[in-house]
């Protein structure tokens, strides 16, 4: 085993950053695992293998030696697992990549190594999934290896809060490996790293924590559902219920929840859940409600385009955004992508087009998507869009604006004749 040699397996929004986080420390020795090879061929050339701003000027900065094979994790002393915890098509959780992960360390496992698992899971996976499949290589997990959890703490685009200034949990199979992984933490990261009781604990936090949002989320979605119908404009009321000091935490409603975390995370309680015979009805009800939001958003623009005597049907519609949030290309569980394929199902002509997904966009700019439409959709609020004015729509002779993030300034659009609807808004 080398000591402060450091494996990363899965380089994407999780594992790339905090790999060069760790290679900032210049001691660790860091090498990164992953099975997609033109991932591993751009990071070994210093190129961020998607659009990430502070990833794309930090790997210039740190020395990361990547591949897809397997053999990258011998002698390694800390194997730190960021593979997607995914959910099936059914919203059970998909635990096979952390499986196959789980198994190729165990092929070069070594007395003394620490495992770490970062990929975000239920309570119980690590002692009941992970553990059986570590100690296939015949060592015994808290006595001959560290096995510890770790959950991932990073936020896509946000210049604020990142994989080195975010407090961090951790919990493993024995107190003196956590303490020993908790240092490890320590040494390269400036946030708090707090170190829990449990394995179960650590992997209950993460779950909890984006389970607390979406449920929020879909209390205020649930809201401007309902004060759609009584006219009355939800995001100012949030914002003066905002003034309270305590006891209350703004959430805003949109055309729906995306990510690999919020519309996914829950789940994977839901089903923990069940398996020892408890419903999380709410969790549930939760997730119908966000899940909803993409039809609703397309409802929004039936009702109004019924009210000029229109149809979606043949109707131009532009959708600006695919990605989920702003500011990132993660395409995942993006509600976008939902609302695309409603449209066409409806037989909408629709054209799309996001700054940050040129390859998946129908159209090479905003002017492009502007020019085409005669009614949009705003799904994803990236600053470029954030900047479109009445002006311009007025320009382009838009009729309709479906203001899905309501981030577009709604009293200058109707002043211009044009009309729009947010979500609540």
């Given at each position: 085993m080398q000591k402060n040699k450091v494996t990363v397996i899965g380089l994407g929004y999780v594992g790339l950053p905090l790999a060069i986080a760790i290679a900032k420390n210049k001691k660790y020795k860091v090498y990164g695992l992953d099975t997609d090879r033109k991932k591993v061929?751009?990071?070994?050339?210093?190129?961020?293998?998607?659009?990430?701003?502070?990833?794309?000027?930090?790997i210039k900065k740190v020395k990361i030696k990547c591949s897809d094979n397997q053999e990258t994790i011998e002698d390694s002393e800390y194997i730190i697992v960021c593979v997607p915890t995914p959910v099936k098509d059914?919203?059970?959780?998909?635990?096979?990549?952390?499986?196959?992960?789980?198994?190729?360390?165990?092929?070069?496992?070594?007395?003394?190594?620490?495992?770490?698992?970062?990929?975000?899971?239920?309570?119980?996976v690590c002692e009941e999934v992970i553990l059986p499949i570590l100690e296939?290589?015949?060592?015994?997990?808290?006595?001959d290896f560290t096995l510890s959890h770790c959950p991932e703490r990073i936020n896509p685009g946000d210049q604020k809060w990142n994989v080195s200034n975010i407090p961090r949990n951790i919990g493993s199979l024995s107190q003196k490996g956590n303490k020993i992984v908790a240092n490890f933490y320590r040494s390269f990261l400036k946030a708090e790293i707090n170190e829990v009781s449990s394995l179960k604990v650590a992997e209950a936090t993460k779950v909890i924590e984006n389970t607390f949002r979406d449920i929020n989320i879909a209390y205020v979605?649930?809201?401007?559902?309902s004060f759609d119908l009584m006219e009355i404009d939800l995001p100012e009321v949030i914002q003066?219920?905002?003034?309270?000091?305590?006891?209350?935490?703004p959430h805003f409603p949109s055309c729906g929840v995306g990510g690999h975390c919020i519309p996914v995370d829950p789940y994977y309680?839901?089903?923990?859940?069940?398996?020892?015979?408890f419903d999380h009805g709410f969790l549930r009800k939760a997730r119908e409600v966000n899940n909803s939001m993409p039809s609703y958003t397309v409802k929004l623009l039936e009702k109004e385009l019924k009210k000029i005597n229109k149809s979606l049907k043949n109707s131009k519609v532009g959708l600006f955004g695919l990605a989920y949030k702003a500011g990132v290309s993660d395409l995942r569980e993006s509600p976008a992508l939902e609302i695309e394929k409603i449209l066409k199902k409806k037989k909408a002509k629709v054209k799309s087009f996001d700054p940050f997904i040129?390859?998946?966009?129908?159209?090479?700019?905003?002017?492009?998507?502007?020019?085409?439409?005669?009614f949009i959709i705003i799904a994803t609020n990236h600053k470029q869009f954030q900047k479109i004015t009445s002006q311009t729509l007025q320009k382009n002779k838009i009729k309709i604006v479906i203001d899905g993030k309501n981030c577009l300034n709604k009293r200058a659009i109707q002043k211009a004749n044009i009309i729009y609807k947010g979500i609540g808004h």
């Open positions: 061929e751009l990071i070994n050339q210093k190129k961020a293998p998607f659009k990430e701003e502070s990833i794309r000027e930090n059914n919203k059970t959780p998909n635990l096979n990549p952390i499986k196959s992960a789980s198994r190729t360390v165990a092929k070069y496992l070594e007395k003394g190594q620490k495992v770490i698992i970062e990929s975000t899971i239920n309570p119980g296939k290589s015949g060592l015994k997990g808290g006595k979605n649930e809201l401007a559902k003066a219920a905002s003034n309270k000091p305590f006891a209350f935490m309680l839901i089903n923990k859940a069940k398996k020892v015979g040129p390859e998946k966009s129908d159209v090479k700019s905003l002017n492009k998507l502007l020019e085409y439409s005669d």
